[in-house]
């Protein structure tokens, strides 16, 4: 079946450091991608998204490209900081009964030390 | 309203309790996702609705779990005979799971703490 794999964390860097998250998938057909985040005490948000290959999704710095020959969707900073320590989640849209359904991976905590 | 809506918040109930979490999606969206989330750890999928059906239900731990929606719209999430291991954060999220759009961005719940006692 479809699904997402996330590399396991916790991830630690140094501010300003280069981040990268790997996200892999499985999906037939043609899934929609997606970045959540989750900082501390809050909900999950939308971070950025790609629905076709090679769409870059971007925002608040981050960057992650769709790559349909890989099946990744790698989640990359170049400068990180403090306020970037959260949870990060990878996620999919694929079809299914009657619409699309939404399939996350198990999420990689950031930790980002000044 | 604007976005999901989860009630209550926080919920502490002793052992054995049957307890029963909501959740009020963004109007319109078909689809409705329940997840749990323990300290510390990751999504656990739960239950996936289209409209008022379940077409995955492979993530309810036990028989104790269940959920049910109505009216395309409010769902509810039942954990009979709780036990102390079903303490969590419960997450609600929806997206406007129709066919022909790209538009597939799940909007989440703030979520109710569960701590059973």
């Known amino acids: 079946g479809d699904s997402v794999t996330q590399m396991e964390g916790p991830v630690t860097l140094s501010e300003e450091a280069f981040l990268t998250i790997n996200c892999t998938y499985t999906?037939?057909?043609?899934?929609?991608l997606f970045w959540y985040v989750q900082y501390p005490g809050e909900g999950l948000q939308l971070l950025l998204k790609a629905t076709k290959a090679d769409d870059k999704g971007s925002n608040k710095g981050f960057e992650a490209t769709y790559r349909k020959e890989t099946t990744s969707f790698h989640l990359e900073k170049g400068s990180v900081q403090v306020s970037d320590s959260a949870v990060y989640f990878c996620a999919l849209t694929t079809p299914n009964t009657g619409g699309f359904k939404t399939i996350f991976g198990a999420g990689t905590r950031l930790f980002v030390k000044a | 309203g604007a976005g999901v809506s989860q009630s209550p918040s926080n919920k502490v109930t002793e052992k054995g309790k049957d307890v029963e979490l909501r959740c009020d999606p963004i109007s319109g969206h078909t689809a409705l996702y329940w997840y749990r989330q323990s300290l510390g750890q990751g999504l656990e999928f739960l239950i996936y609705?289209?409209?008022?059906?379940?077409?995955?239900k492979s993530g309810l731990p036990s028989d104790r779990f269940s959920a049910e929606r109505t009216g395309g719209s409010v769902s509810t999430l039942t954990i009979q005979r709780t036990q102390q291991e079903d303490s969590a954060v419960y997450l609600c999220?929806?997206?406007?799971?129709?066919?022909?759009?790209?538009?597939?961005?799940?909007?989440f719940g703030q979520g109710t703490r569960l701590t059973v006692v």
């Open positions: 999220a929806s997206s406007f799971g129709g066919r022909g759009t790209v538009n597939t961005e799940a909007f």
């Open positions: 609705f289209q409209g008022n059906s379940a077409p995955d």
């Open positions: 999906a037939t057909g043609y899934p929609s």
